[in-house]
T-cell receptor, first 114, second 111 residues
């Protein structure tokens, strides 16, 4: 069974640009969550999508957005990039129960903002 | 606001030397506490879920326990392949699926 796939794995952008990251969940999983991981802040919750609807949202500015498609694949977008957005962005999928904390993570997309 | 504090930040053990990692948490209503393992360059891998004080879970050389204020991850007779960062996370009753993570304990087991 294929795991969670994230693309691209690495990318470099400059301040002011925007970026789109993609996540393909495990087959049959309907929930996709996004987390940002940095050395100083650890893993922080960005948002969660279930059946194409945002079900939960973390405390990030509106520059961070996401969406989910009918096949459960998800994308997140960061506009007007800032240096502080440099991080590992992790996608996690689960079968979709509202309370499940058993998440299956991808290997992440490492974003560097210059 | 939910808070999770893990200690120590880093731990070096010799192969076979047992020890424990600590996770202290503050949450208004705990739905679940989760342990994950993260290897360098990889995403976190789920290990355990604990729901109520007194609960214990075991997997190979790892045992997780839970009290009302903290959780411990006990590692018995560790091997070099147990080297990783261990992350603790809590899920609050009204926060839906959101997990609040600690910053982790980086464990190194020397042969």
């Amino acid at each position: 069974k294929a795991g969670v796939t994230q693309t691209p794995r690495y990318l470099i952008k400059t301040r002011g640009q925007q970026v789109t990251l993609s996540c393909s969940p495990i087959s049959g999983h309907r929930s996709v969550s996004w987390y940002q991981q940095t050395p100083g802040q650890g893993l922080q919750f960005l948002f969660e999508y279930f059946s194409e609807t945002q079900r939960n949202k973390g405390n990030f500015p509106g520059r961070f957005s996401g969406r989910q498609f009918s096949n459960s694949r998800s994308e997140m977008n960061v506009s007007t990039l800032e240096l502080g957005d440099s991080a590992l962005y992790l996608c996690a999928s689960s079968w979709g129960g509202a309370n499940t904390g058993e998440l299956f993570f991808g290997e992440g997309s490492r974003l560097t903002v210059l | 606001e939910d808070q999770v504090t893990q200690s120590p930040e880093a731990l070096r053990l010799q192969e076979g030397e047992s020890s424990s990692l600590n996770c202290s948490y503050t949450v208004s209503g705990l739905r679940g506490l989760f342990w994950y393992r993260q290897d360098p360059g990889k995403g976190p891998e789920f290990l355990f879920t604990l729901y109520s004080a007194g609960e214990e879970k075991e997997k190979e050389r790892l045992k997780a326990t839970l009290t009302k204020k903290e959780s411990f991850l006990h590692i018995t007779a560790p091997k070099p392949e147990d080297s990783a960062t261990y992350l603790c996370a809590v899920q609050e009753e009204t926060s839906g699926s959101r997990l609040t993570f600690g910053e982790g304990t980086q464990l190194t087991v020397n042969p």
